[in-house]
């Protein structure tokens, strides 16, 4: 095929072609159809059966086509205002939706997080191994407390580079151990943002809040504090926390040198095993649920009155924990440092070791 | 013709379709035909002629009139009717909406003063300079809500633009189909003698093969050869990608000149002359004619000048 050519009309074919077309039938232009009709046509606005006869009329004859000619040509840029005839440099559609894209894999990251948090609590306890892997360290101080946007951003690097091995190895990934508060997913859904200021965390968690649904609006609204007021006390943390990571696991056996193993990969490792995740990456039951667990100094402590205070209760080994699993109140699973899991069934007064 | 000098609603027009009330108080409410002052007795009976049109047209729409009132781009209306009537605030509206869009597309159409003039002309129909009867005639009455009203707008300074072009050009020889069959005659140079007669054949042949072409392949070449519209433009006057109208374009040339390579062939002329035909058609079209039929120059003397179809 030729060249397309985006010439001026030539004077040689427009005789041509008007020739042609009275030799075939000598269209008079009364026969021509309205300018309304005219311009359906061209915007193939007309129905089927009209169609047919005003394009049979155009092919022969030479006014009209001229006149869709002129009319396509005049027409105002793509997208441009048509009704006032403003010509705007327009963007390309999709310039203007740039910003969408961080926004879009966060999002996805918090709701395939919220899909799994979803789940069926009742899984077998066996599908809760990857808590063996829970090495999510806080420092004592502020093990209860989340982190400050500030100080979560660091972990968040690490996490950019781990997260793929880690989350696809969670028992044998190991590896030293950051110490750092526990994070959420949607803190993972930020990995890929450039750090926001706080107006822009706030506007960020509202337009999450509204895809991530009622159930995460707690916890947006959580983090929201958190960005309006980084500096201050942190707040207790959720209520129904059923798993809690060592305070000190950055002390265990598994811990090694080098490559960080931040909690919120454990986090997210745990997320996709076990019953829930809050935002915090502690493993969350019911809202309803008055006892939350945690695991503080390699012993298993428990809270009944949503984490005010806690106490230790009864350690199934005296080897160091590193992690609890909870899908309800009484039923609990720790997993010590060489990754060995005990249960209960009654609230921790008596445990089971797991093969 | 669209913009003529008959009022189309003094026309013959059939009776139109049953359109309920309550369809047309919607379209009522929803036109805000009131901001302008247009009653409701004159938008509906406006409506009704537009149905009217549209059944005329497309006969099975008007079983369900109801239905397609909807399609009536009541706001236009409203505003149409109010700029008929020479309501102000609807003609500063129009004014502030519209006319820039006309100096635009008129400039687009042609150069700056011609299109500033050909817009102006335009305008000043709209607002009805003319009197018949002493009643004032405004372009308007010519709009029927069928289309957008920016869009018919264009359409008509398409259709002047086209006309004022036919006008300066006195095209009105072609206009006889007595010169047809000479209008696609090329001239052979001195060197090249050949027989008119066959020159003759082979213009009817084009013809024929043209004639013989779907009208949408037609309009394509038009569009394309004759209007020298860029593909996107021709494909966006088909609703089509640019790829989708390059394709069906070549498409249709290649049917274009398979068809008159048979014609020529069974009106009797041999390769020779058809080789002979195109080489002074090459040179008399200036090229635009093989191009429509994708004829490739020769490379050497003797090459078969058509690349379709060959039978002797």
């Known amino acids: 095929m030729n060249a397309p050519k985006n010439s001026a009309p030539d004077p040689h074919a427009d005789p041509l072609v008007a020739a042609v077309m009275r030799a075939a039938g000598a269209v008079s232009a009364k026969d021509c159809p309205e300018a309304e009709v005219l311009a359906l046509y061209a915007e193939q606005n007309l129905s089927s059966d009209e169609h047919g006869p005003v394009e049979a009329h155009v092919a022969d004859c030479g006014r009209c086509q001229a006149t869709l000619a002129a009319f396509v040509r005049s027409a105002p840029e793509r997208g441009g205002l048509e009704e006032t005839g403003n010509t705007v440099a327009l963007l390309p559609w999709w310039a203007g939706w740039r910003w969408m894209v961080p926004l879009a894999s966060a999002t996805a990251v918090l709701a395939v997080a919220v899909w799994i948090g979803r789940r069926p609590v009742e899984q077998p306890a066996s599908a809760t191994a990857p808590v063996a892997d829970v090495t999510a360290s806080a420092p004592s101080a502020a093990a209860d407390a989340p982190a400050s946007a500030a100080t979560r951003e660091p972990l968040i690097e690490a996490k950019r580079r781990d997260v793929p091995e880690t989350a696809a190895q969670p028992v044998a990934s190991g590896g030293a151990i950051a110490p750092s508060p526990s994070t959420s997913t949607r803190e993972l859904a930020r990995v890929n943002e450039p750090a926001p200021s706080s107006s822009e965390q706030a506007a960020m968690a509202d337009r999450l809040e509204a895809r991530a649904g009622a159930a995460e609006s707690l916890m947006l609204q959580r983090e929201r504090q958190e960005a309006a007021a980084p500096s201050a006390p942190a707040p207790p943390p959720p209520a129904a926390t059923t798993r809690a990571a060592s305070a000190d696991s950055g002390r265990s056996g598994r811990a090694g040198g080098g490559r960080a193993a931040p909690a919120e990969v454990d986090a997210v490792a745990n997320a996709a095993t076990s019953g829930a995740s809050n935002a915090l990456g502690m493993t969350a039951s019911k809202a309803a649920q008055p006892m939350v667990w945690r695991v503080r100094d390699g012993v298993v402590e428990r809270s009944v009155d949503q984490g005010a205070t806690w106490a230790r209760t009864t350690s199934p080994t005296s080897a160091r924990l590193t992690a609890v699993s909870s899908t309800d109140a009484r039923n609990a699973v720790v997993t010590t440092s060489a990754g060995v899991r005990f249960a209960t069934s009654d609230g921790g007064a008596t445990w089971r070791r797991l093969p | ?312």
Not at chain 2, 7 to 17: F, I, K, T, Y
């Open chain 2, 1 to 312: 013709m669209g913009d003529g000098t008959d009022d189309p609603r003094m026309s013959g027009m059939a009776p139109p379709p049953l359109v309920s009330d309550a369809a047309i108080d919607r379209l009522f409410a929803d036109a805000e035909a009131a901001r302008w002052g247009v009653s409701r007795e004159v938008f509906a009976d406006a409506v009704r002629r537009a149905m009217a049109k549209l059944v005329r047209g497309s006969p099975s729409r008007g079983e369900r009139p109801d239905a397609i009132v909807a399609a009536v781009h009541g706001r236009d209306l409203a505003l149409a009717l109010a700029c008929a009537e020479g309501v102000d605030a609807a003609w500063d509206h129009f004014v502030r909406t519209y006319r820039p869009e006309l100096y635009r597309a008129a400039r687009a159409m042609t150069d700056e003063a011609t299109g500033r003039e050909l817009a102006d002309s335009l305008y000043a129909d709209l607002f009805g300079l003319s009197e018949k009867d002493g009643v004032r005639r405004s372009l308007f009455r010519y709009y029927h809500g069928r289309a957008k009203l920016s869009t018919w707008l264009r359409s008509v300074l398409a259709q002047r633009h086209v006309d004022l072009v036919r006008a300066q050009r006195r095209m009105t020889s072609l206009d006889d189909p007595a010169h047809a069959a000479d209008a696609v005659l090329p001239t052979p140079p001195v060197e090249q003698p050949m027989r008119a007669g066959t020159m003759r054949v082979a213009a009817e042949a084009l013809a024929a093969a043209l004639v013989a072409l779907a009208p949408a392949d037609r309009v394509r070449l038009a569009y394309y050869y004759a209007h020298g519209l860029t593909l996107a433009q021709a494909g966006r006057l088909f609703g089509e990608s640019e790829a989708t109208a390059s394709r069906k374009l070549e498409r249709a040339r290649k049917a274009l000149r398979t068809d008159l390579e048979g014609a020529l062939i069974a009106r009797g002329l041999s390769v020779s002359d058809i080789d002979d035909w195109v080489a002074v058609s090459r040179q008399a079209w200036d090229g635009v004619l093989a191009d429509a039929l994708a004829v490739p120059a020769p490379q050497e003397p003797g090459a078969p000048p058509f690349k379709g179809k060959k039978t002797s």
